[in-house]
């Protein structure tokens, strides 16, 4: 099993350019997670989907942001324009199992790094 | 919402000595995990606890689920070189699958 696939893994953009980021969870994952990492902020939740359906997306910083998942296999995550405050390494995690269970384990992407000059 | 701490931010140790890390939430959790990242690396699963006062070892690491199932802990044993890197605690309310990552500890141990 290859894991969850990230692209791209660095990235490097301008302040208002668009930036898309992707995501292919592991095969048989239900639930898709995407997350963003910075020193002042740690892990944040930003958005999940369940069965590619969203299910919270109450992290969404701003309306700049947007993330679909038009299948079981891939989801991107959509910043525009794009902002220097936007800079951080962006995670993608999927994982199996209902909601209800509660005992999903996440397997975390590689990660974005993403640099908004 | 929800928060969870965890304290200390950073502790650099020598290799040998041990080391805890505590966490704690502000609701009452259903379960916890234990995610581990490397430096430049990604989380990666370590544990998940759900009973009230659960204990669970691995090898030179013992995570501890309190009683009232809003704090946790990690003690490592010994430490090694090898042990560097952040450690996050993940909580998640009953019926909810959102989990929420800890404000993490990272852990530096020195030869």
């Known amino acids: 099993d290859a894991g969850v696939i990230q692209s791209p893994r660095h990235e490097v953009t301008e302040m208002g350019q668009e930036v898309t980021l992707r995501c292919k969870p592991i095969?048989?994952?239900?639930?898709l997670f995407w997350y963003r990492q910075t020193m002042m902020r740690g892990l944040e939740l930003l958005i999940y989907?369940?069965?590619?359906?969203?299910?919270?997306d109450s992290g969404m910083p701003e309306d700049r942001f947007s993330a679909k998942m038009p299948n079981a296999s891939f989801s991107t995550l959509k910043i525009q324009p794009s902002e220097p405050r936007d800079s951080a390494v962006y995670f993608c995690?999927?994982?199996?199992?209902?909601?209800?269970?509660?005992?999903?384990?996440?397997?975390f992407g590689a990660g974005s790094r993403l640099t908004v000059l | 919402g929800q928060q969870v701490m965890q304290i200390p931010q950073y502790q650099h140790v020598q290799e040998g000595e041990d080391f805890t890390t505590y966490c704690n939430s502000s609701?009452?959790?259903?379960?916890i995990q234990w995610y581990k990242q490397r430096p430049g690396g990604h989380p990666v699963f370590l544990i998940q606890?759900?009973?009230?006062?659960e204990v669970k070892k691995q090898k030179r690491l013992t995570f501890q689920f309190g009683e009232a199932k809003k704090n946790s802990s990690l003690h490592i044993t010994a430490t090694q070189t090898t042990d560097v890197g952040t450690y996050f605690c993940?909580?998640?309310?009953?019926?909810?699958?959102?989990?929420?990552f800890g404000t993490g500890t990272r852990l530096l141990v020195s030869p």
């Open positions: 993940a909580g998640r309310n009953t019926g909810f699958q959102k989990l929420v």
């Open positions: 609701t009452t959790l259903s379960n």
């Open positions: 095969s048989g994952h239900n639930s």
């Open positions: 995690a999927s994982s199996t199992g209902q909601v209800s269970s509660g005992a999903n384990v996440l397997t």
């Open positions: 989907f369940n069965n590619n359906v969203p299910i919270d």
């Open positions: 606890l759900v009973k009230s006062g």
